[in-house]
């Protein structure tokens, strides 16, 4: 599914475009490979068209072809936390903001997703992917708390993907310039993160960035 059309005559039944994406919403619970495609069709709700519906029919229509698949849990050797995060930075054409995308792994396991558009504009991919960095580590920080609570402490810093040196950068060195100090509570929220050993902000390439799968509509 490439980006949805802008234009084209309303749909005759509001009602059912809004109850078969509500009920898509439901599915990415366990279809995280639905997520960045039931994310875009979500921002028509208000006002859907015949290419929003027909979008919507070609997901169900690649669900019947993998009704299969399913998120599968394992007995894992390692407790690492690990995650992953990207940015589609201004992929929305009518407000070119970014949509934000992560993925949270527990050993070999998959558990936490989200693909979600970006509440405020930011004006580089470095701000985009900065802002994603940080969310992540908060995502992270409570996961973390959450497993102290269980009694399964972690000890070892939670390692943060992202395939922007950039923002590798920043993480560990919070000098600020003049197109970031904007975000500057952001960059020092991460760092104190870094400093304290809890958290690793470290490059991947794009070719091994699981969270790409969060920016890409299914084919």
């Known amino acids: 599914m490439t980006k949805l059309e802008l234009e ?47 979008a919507i029919k070609c997901v169900l229509r690649y669900l019947r072809g993998t009704i299969d698949l399913e998120l599968q849990l394992f007995q894992s050797t390692t407790s690492q936390l690990i995650a992953y995060c990207d940015a589609d930075w201004a992929g929305y054409p009518a407000t070119r903001r970014s949509t934000f995308e992560y993925c949270v792994f527990l050993g070999d396991n998959l558990l936490t997703w989200s693909s979600k558009r970006q509440d405020t504009l930011s004006r580089s991919s470095v701000e985009a992917e900065y802002r994603r960095v940080a969310n992540d580590v908060a995502e992270t920080s409570w996961i973390r708390n959450l497993l102290r609570e269980l009694q399964t402490p972690l000890f070892t810093a939670t390692l943060v993907y992202c395939d922007n040196v950039s923002v590798v950068y920043m993480s560990s ?12 509570i952001d960059i020092h929220f991460v760092c104190d993160k870094v400093a304290a050993c809890h958290v690793r902000v470290l490059h991947v390439p794009s070719r091994f960035q699981y969270a790409d799968i969060f920016t890409k509509g299914l084919s």
């Open 8 to 54: 084209g005559s309303s749909v005759t039944d509001p009602t059912l475009y809004r109850s078969l994406a509500g009920a898509l919403q439901y599915l990415t619970f366990t279809r995280p490979d639905l997520s960045y495609a039931v994310q875009q069709l979500c921002l028509y709700m208000h006002d859907p068209q015949e290419p929003h519906l027909n």
């Open 173 to 184: 060195n919070p000098v600020q310039h003049q197109r970031t100090k904007h975000i500057e």
